[in-house]
């Protein structure tokens, strides 16, 4: 049970980007299910409020093919259309103003990849598209490597968060440089979401505990042998640890400490 105080203290806890406030600091993506309802059925789990979406392969416009629209109502979810597959400038501008015609989406995710082996972030091409999506109105998180310097460009450009990778896109591996991801979020005046590599619930809970504002998840909630029960897994990972981070951990010590006091015992 929590006190008055805690209660207050949490209810103050929003998490924003930009003027937009969300319920949920996961945000989960719509690929790599079997269906689109069990898409439905994983995001009603998680309890998040907003979902990716990759515009070259999801279907949001074909009427004559199941629509994402027809099990993730956009009125309810927040849409945050992506450039996933995209290895230049060029494709990534025609993308993201691709959905902003067919559902006049602003708030987008900018994706820019290197190669089909890594996936890992193009960071001039992303730099460069970062500049022209702000300078046209768009509200962008953005990809990116754990490079604090380059984390910085990014926001200094007008970005409107920071999503640095925690490892190789799918790959499962979980959080590689705690140390970068801190360096970023005590930098950073603009939320910080940990995208890609993330295996597991435990890798949520250590990102939030690092002072992340959000994560992001795909393959760990999709490719599960039980993905909506990992969803539900994921919600409770993202909530514990960021009342753990909010708790404020106690300080490590090399030595061991009693957790009884030694003073006054029965000799």
Same mark, same amino acid.
């Given at each position: 049970?929590?006190? =008055?105080?805690?209660?207050?203290? /949490?209810? @103050?806890?929003? $998490? #924003?980007?930009?003027?937009?406030?969300?319920?949920?600091? *996961?945000?989960?993506?719509?690929?790599?299910?079997?269906?689109?309802?069990?898409?439905?059925?994983?995001?009603?789990?998680?309890?998040?409020?907003?979902?990716?979406?990759?515009?070259?392969?999801?279907?949001?416009?074909?009427?004559?093919?199941?629509?994402?629209?027809?099990?993730?109502?956009?009125?309810?979810?927040?849409?945050?259309?992506?450039?996933?597959?995209?290895?230049?400038?060029?494709?990534?501008?025609?993308?993201?103003?691709?959905?902003?015609?067919?559902?006049?989406?602003?708030?987008?995710?900018?994706?820019?990849?290197?190669?089909?082996?890594?996936?890992?972030?193009?960071?001039?091409?992303? =730099?460069?598209?970062?500049?022209? /999506?702000? @300078?046209?109105? $768009? #509200?962008?998180?953005?990809?990116?490597?754990?490079?604090? *310097?380059?984390?910085?460009?990014?926001?200094?450009?007008?970005?409107?968060?920071?999503?640095?990778?925690?490892?190789?896109?799918?790959?499962?591996?979980?959080?590689?440089?705690?140390?970068?991801?801190?360096?970023?979020?005590?930098?950073?005046?603009?939320?910080?979401?940990?995208?890609?590599?993330?295996?597991?619930?435990?890798?949520?809970?250590?990102?939030?505990?690092?002072?992340?504002?959000?994560?992001?998840?795909?393959?760990?909630?999709?490719?599960?042998?039980?993905?909506?029960?990992?969803?539900?897994?994921?919600?409770?990972?993202?909530?514990?640890?960021?009342?753990?981070?909010?708790?404020?951990?106690?300080?490590?010590?090399?030595?061991?400490?009693?957790?009884?006091?030694?003073?006054?015992?029965?000799?």
């Amino acid at each position: 049970m929590f006190n =008055l105080l805690e209660v207050v203290n /949490l209810k @103050k806890d929003i $998490f #924003k980007i930009e003027k937009k406030i969300f319920k949920s600091r *996961l945000i989960v993506g719509t690929g790599k299910y079997k269906s689109l309802k069990q898409t439905a059925e994983a995001i009603k789990a998680s309890g998040a409020d907003m979902v990716t979406v990759a515009v070259r392969r999801v279907n949001i416009s074909n009427k004559k093919k199941p629509l994402l629209m027809d099990y993730v109502n956009p009125k309810k979810i927040t849409y945050l259309p992506n450039t996933a597959g995209c290895f230049n400038s060029d494709d990534a501008l025609r993308t993201l103003r691709l959905a902003r015609e067919i559902g006049g989406w602003k708030m987008v995710k900018l994706e820019i990849l290197g190669d089909k082996k890594t996936l890992y972030p193009e960071m001039i091409e992303t =730099l460069k598209t970062t500049k022209v /999506l702000v @300078k046209e109105g $768009f #509200k962008v998180l953005v990809y990116c490597t754990d490079d604090p *310097l380059h984390a910085k460009k990014l926001e200094d450009m007008g970005a409107s968060a920071i999503m640095p990778l925690a490892a190789p896109i799918g790959s499962g591996l979980g959080i590689h440089n705690k140390l970068n991801i801190s360096l970023i979020i005590k930098q950073s005046k603009i939320p910080v979401i940990i995208d890609a590599g993330i295996g597991t619930a435990s890798d949520a809970t250590i990102a939030m505990e690092l002072g992340c504002d959000a994560v992001l998840i795909n393959s760990a909630i999709a490719l599960a042998k039980k993905p909506i029960l990992m969803a539900r897994a994921f919600k409770n990972a993202v909530i514990s640890g960021r009342q753990s981070y909010l708790s404020g951990r106690m300080k490590k010590n090399n030595f061991a400490s009693a957790s009884s006091p030694l003073d006054g015992i029965i000799s």
